[in-house]
């Protein structure tokens, strides 16, 4: 810890706390907008009877809404907290994390795209961890109640998921550059990507997710197919992981096209041929949706409305 006395590093440590309740609130207000914008979109979709975009016909009722906002605001909370203690625990090694520090534009301007690639990889290997049957009820089971999720899932997680994935900026700024500038970056970007993938609408285009060459980007119906069948797609942004590993679902490619085409209906998932189970993990996420629609009374928020 060379450069920094006892003094510099309490006054560091308490002006992080400040900063903290700051960024917190920018996060849940970009995520409340963008996530009410998204839900409203759908709406107005589904009252033109227009299925463009759209990946099931209808939206999930307030009830299920209610508690995956109540969820998310509770895990973007615990991502601020784990982000401080992790950056405390580093300090405890003599690794102090700066985001002031002036980094030159040919070192930082990779990580624009660095980033992406590296939370990817993390997300990926830490919701495979999750998805073991020891593993899944405990950390992971929460996420999926939502098995049709609207916007507001887009943080519904358990404790334990929450400082888990609210860790990885901490462990990218130990390996890589990082500044200010790039994590309010990479905070805006993955809010909004992460609102639209659980939203029920597909806005990815098929050249930026099932062309033979540039086709890697997952998108929405990609996680949204991971909510409905459980043991596969287990990437973020991109298929490549899935690809490699083979998570990928064989159809995936047609149900994405499905949706992109004329024909939509709002009914991809009939094309549906073949589906590995996981015999406890569909279980469970069976009791969670009848125990879900139960309390909604089968009763969706588009036909409240409509």
């Not at 207000?29 to 033109?48: G, P």
């Not at 909004?192 to 029920?200: C, K, L, M, V």
Request: proline share 4%; with cysteine; aromatic share 16%.
């Amino acid at each position: 810890m060379t450069g920094f006395g006892e003094l510099d590093l309490v006054e560091r440590f308490y002006r992080t706390w400040d900063k903290l309740l700051t960024t917190e609130f920018l996060i849940l207000i970009t995520y409340v907008i963008f996530c009410s914008v998204a839900v409203a979109v759908f709406l107005q979709l589904s009252r033109s009877g227009s299925y463009r975009f759209r990946i099931r016909a209808t939206i999930s009722g307030l009830t299920q809404m209610r508690r995956e906002l109540a969820r998310s605001i509770f895990s973007l909370t615990i991502f601020q907290i784990a982000m401080v203690a992790s950056r405390v625990v580093a300090m405890g090694f003599g690794v102090f994390i700066d985001l002031q520090d002036p980094q030159p534009f040919w070192k930082i301007a990779p990580c624009f795209v660095l980033i992406f690639i590296a939370h990817d990889t993390y997300f990926y290997w830490t919701h495979r961890l999750m998805h073991l049957s020891g593993v899944y009820r405990l950390v992971h089971r929460e996420h999926h109640r939502s098995v049709a999720p609207t916007a507001y899932a887009a943080y519904s997680f358990a404790f334990v998921e929450a400082w888990v994935q609210g860790s990885f900026l901490v462990f990218y700024a130990l390996l890589f550059p990082i500044n200010t500038t790039l994590v309010v970056f990479f905070l805006f970007v993955e809010i909004i990507y992460n609102a639209t993938i659980h939203s029920g609408i597909d806005p990815f285009p098929r050249w930026m997710v099932t062309h033979r060459i540039f086709g890697w980007v997952a998108g929405s119906a990609y996680h949204d197919l991971h909510h409905r069948t459980v043991d596969c797609n287990f990437g973020l942004y991109f298929r490549f992981w899935d690809r490699l590993i083979g998570t990928e679902h064989p159809d995936f490619v047609r149900i994405h096209n499905y949706i992109h085409s004329p024909n939509n209906d709002g009914n991809a998932y009939k094309l549906l041929k073949r589906h590995r189970r996981i015999p406890e993990l569909e279980l469970e996420t069976s009791k969670l949706a009848a125990k879900t629609e139960t309390r909604t009374n089968s009763r969706p928020l588009n036909a409240a409305f409509g």
